[in-house]
């Protein structure tokens, strides 16, 4: 098989995402006025597209979906410039997320997570790796047991490859649910961790995020702990290495935020960047997620539903 190569290959969840602006409080058992839309997302899914924009030259993206959205996750994938390799699930639906918006852009997720979870090692196969530089892996498929189990081959894979692997964790609630030891465990072999602060705090029980990034860079050789609004945090070898600060913007919306950092932090890897210049880029592209609605950058619609 041939390994040489210069792709991202990104392993995860394919998402619909229903994206709810609300400019009030919801008010219980009555209405509230709300901005909504239909989009294509998913953490894996966005991650892939903002790697597209930052200038990854070639991006694949290995998911699973059902039958009722794969045309349309298709086409936007295609749109963004990301090669699908999407399994098509005819007993599940597309995974669906319903994103409430509140007037800070702050964002609180309702998760089904349908087709996307039943990724399995059947699914998986080495060859997947031919040309393949750089293989990332969404935290959200440690959360199930055939996800997992296609994440834990991928992972070894990639490591018999000597392809380099970066894992998302992707959520602090299901975390917490999973455990962290289980979770460090399944994730155990990866080069890269990209948690955000909460997500550091749970796997490591430390709110100051230095000191949990410190930790997790003696299990990981290097970690990046994203800080929102206020940057990113490099750690390696025990200690935080760097601190990146990001542009300050206007925000509408954080959907997807995290996923850029991710997108366009592996774009800038592949390129070369060392890891401070490449969280650089990653808190560029979250500052510009945050600005629009939804977590992809934006794109021509492919149908009636919005891609953009």
Do not use: Q
């Amino acid at each position: 098989m041939n390994r040489a190569g210069r792709a991202l290959l990104v392993v995860g969840d394919v998402v619909t995402d229903v994206v709810a602006r609300h400019g009030t409080p919801l008010a219980p058992a009555t209405d509230t006025a709300a901005e909504i839309r239909t989009l294509p997302g998913g953490a894996g899914a966005n991650a892939a597209c903002w790697a597209v924009r930052s200038g990854a030259g070639e991006v694949r993206l290995l998911g699973r979906v059902g039958t009722d959205a794969a045309d349309w996750h298709e086409r936007a994938l295609r749109a963004a410039g990301v090669r699908p390799l999407l399994v098509r699930d005819a007993e599940a639906a597309t995974a669906t997320v319903i994103a409430l918006v509140d007037a800070s852009a702050e964002r609180t997720f309702l998760t089904d997570s349908g087709a996307a979870l039943r990724l399995s090692p059947a699914d998986w196969c080495p060859e997947l790796l031919d040309g393949v530089a750089r293989l990332h892996l969404s935290g959200y498929l440690f959360f199930a047991g055939p996800s997992r189990g296609a994440a834990r081959r991928a992972l070894r894979d990639a490591g018999e490859a000597g392809v380099a692997v970066s894992v998302d964790p992707a959520s602090a609630g299901f975390l917490a649910a999973l455990g962290t030891d289980r979770f460090l465990a399944a994730a155990e072999g990866a080069e890269v961790l990209l948690p955000n602060a909460d997500e550091a705090r749970v796997l490591t029980g430390h709110a100051d995020p230095e000191r949990a990034a410190a930790e997790l860079s003696r299990r990981f050789p290097l970690v990046v702990v994203t800080l929102g609004a206020a940057g990113a945090l490099v750690a390696e070898d025990g200690g935080v290495t760097a601190r990146v600060a990001a542009p300050r913007v206007r925000p509408v919306d954080s959907t997807g935020a995290g996923d850029a950092f991710t997108g366009a932090f592996l774009a800038a890897r592949l390129a070369g960047a060392d890891p401070a210049k490449a969280a650089e880029a990653g808190c560029g592209a979250g500052a510009e997620a945050v600005t629009a609605v939804g977590g992809r950058p934006p794109v021509p619609p492919t149908d009636g539903r919005s891609a953009s």
